[in-house]
């Protein structure tokens, strides 16, 4: 090879580099031909570069949008669209159930894709599917109202403490103003401006759910909301969001990458995660030390049925489980919250109404209790479209077509290649799911002037398509953020 290169008249030092850049490119060319016009997929609609290279779904997909990308994308191509040479992305409500639809006994399933969920095997998230449903059995009563009705004086004591912090941090700064005045409602001072000091609503209430999930599940809370501060668990689960996007990208892509940055940087990649699971460890250990009885998460997880020999959690399971019911139960809980407090502000007629709802039905705070909340239909149903239009959880959960290939939308998608997932923010977000004119909806950009409840107070005849064939199939993952957040909202209204 030497001899051809001095045969063309380049030095080898040149032109070897050259050759392996050319064939590189020649590979690439080829590979992304092969995407276009030979691939399984080539029928499916989609932007052509994302079906030509993963790269832009990559991009999108490091850059914490992918979500709004591919609705933008659906909102293009319609209700499928390829997202990359072997990703499909679904809006259709009936794929979710093609897709992640319960099997029978013996029927083979969509898996779930090994990259996505490696660091999940061992908890309820991700296991496989005989643990999965060992996981479901042991924590199904874990968030049901049942649950939160019996956790009530403890969840009724966070609560209370969050507005006496919130109280405090008004008055303290209603003292130090100038203008201000006793009598002075809603932020307007003496001159007729308004006082734009602010309090980070998003924090408290944060502070308020990882203490009510820490008690909850540990038999003690983190102590956010005594020193307003998070704790050091709840700061790596937010540094973790974007370190995941990163494993799991090179998972995909770059596998040995993967493992050669993890023994150069320890420290780096995968420390977030590392340390919650090293918080959940110590946690776990320090509740299971108790002598005393607690109907929490942890005594469901350490609970086996003596009705069936179905096997309970090891303390792996235990601690894994842990890790991911915080996550779950308190995160996604803060998220709802606050995109319903923003929503309320950008809309003064549901606010007054919603206000109004509560007002009616309580005299004073002291009465607001789950069983007198779960009357209240209208703070239900404001929730409801809190979490249709800014969803704790957008992202996808994907999966692989089973072996044999599957029939999704009426259309065969074949086994292995293809990744499959339902964009949920695309299917309760955009209008073509509704069975209203364009005038209500006058743009699918303008999330506040959407704002409408009344969609989930409607009759059955005239609610959103996706109500009951995606929120209602979504309820594992909303019912957390819905019970919990119900005790919240009323006593702030």
């Not at 977030?272 to 460890?281: E, G, I, L, S, T």
């Not at 997932?421 to 909806?441: D, K, M």
């Not at 409840?453 to 209602?472: C, G, N, Q, R, V």
Request: proline share 6%.
């Amino acid at each position: 090879m030497i001899e051809l290169f001095h045969l063309a008249g380049t030095h080898p030092v040149v032109a070897l580099p050259l050759f392996f850049l050319g064939f590189a490119v020649i590979a690439t060319t080829l590979h992304c031909l092969y995407n276009l016009y030979l691939h399984p997929l080539r029928h499916y609609p989609g932007p052509t570069l994302w079906a030509a290279t993963s790269v832009p779904y990559t991009l999108a997909f490091l850059s914490g949008h992918v979500s709004e990308r591919i609705a933008e994308l659906h909102a293009q191509h319609g209700d499928i669209v390829r997202v990359a040479p072997s990703r499909l992305s679904y809006t259709d409500p009936s794929a979710w159930r093609d897709i992640r639809g319960h099997r029978k006994a013996g029927e083979s399933e969509n898996t779930k894709e090994a990259e996505f969920y490696a660091s999940s095997r061992n908890n309820v998230l991700g296991a496989p599917r005989d643990d999965h449903t060992r996981f479901r059995r042991v924590l199904a009563h874990g968030f049901s109202a049942k649950a939160m009705h019996l956790q009530e004086p403890l969840i009724t004591r966070y609560v209370d403490l969050l507005i006496a912090r919130l109280r405090d941090l008004v008055s303290s700064k209603a003292k130090s103003d100038p203008n201000s005045h006793p009598s002075v409602k809603d932020g307007e001072r003496d001159d007729g401006a308004v006082n734009r000091e602010a309090v980070d609503i998003v924090s408290f209430f944060n502070f308020t759910t990882f203490d009510i999930i820490g008690d909850l599940s540990f038999g003690s809370p983190f102590g956010c909301l005594e020193t307003m501060t998070l704790h050091p668990w709840v700061s790596s689960i937010f540094d973790s969001v974007a370190d995941f996007s990163l494993v799991v990208t090179l998972r995909r892509n770059a596998p040995l990458l993967l493992s050669t940055l993890r023994m150069v940087f320890p420290n780096w990649i995968g420390r977030a995660q590392a340390d919650q699971a090293a918080y959940a460890a110590a946690q776990v250990s320090k509740r299971l030390a108790l002598d005393t009885e607690r109907h929490d998460f942890i005594d469901a997880m350490t609970f086996t049925s003596t009705s069936n020999s179905e096997k309970g959690m090891s303390r792996e399971e235990i601690i894994e489980n842990a890790r991911i019911m915080v996550l779950a139960g308190s995160e996604t809980t803060a998220t709802a919250l606050s995109a319903a407090v923003y929503l309320l502000c950008c809309d003064s007629r549901v606010k007054q109404a919603l206000t109004k709802e509560v007002r009616e039905a309580f005299s004073d705070e002291t009465e607001i209790d789950f069983h007198g909340v779960q009357r209240l239909k209208y703070i239900g149903a404001v929730l409801d479209e809190s979490m249709r239009i800014l969803p704790p959880v957008p992202g996808n959960f994907p999966r692989v077509a089973q072996k044999g290939g599957v029939v999704i939308c009426g259309k065969f998608v074949p086994e292995g290649v293809s990744f499959l997932s339902l964009c949920l923010f695309s299917s309760i977000l955009l209008y073509f799911f509704f069975p209203f004119p364009p005038s209500i909806y006058p743009s699918r950009h303008h999330w506040p002037s959407q704002f409408n409840p009344e969609f989930f107070l409607s009759p059955a005849d005239t609610k959103p398509l996706f109500t009951d064939k995606i929120l209602i199939a979504r309820n594992k993952c909303k019912d957390s953020p819905r019970h919990l957040a119900l005790g919240h909202v009323p006593q702030s209204a």
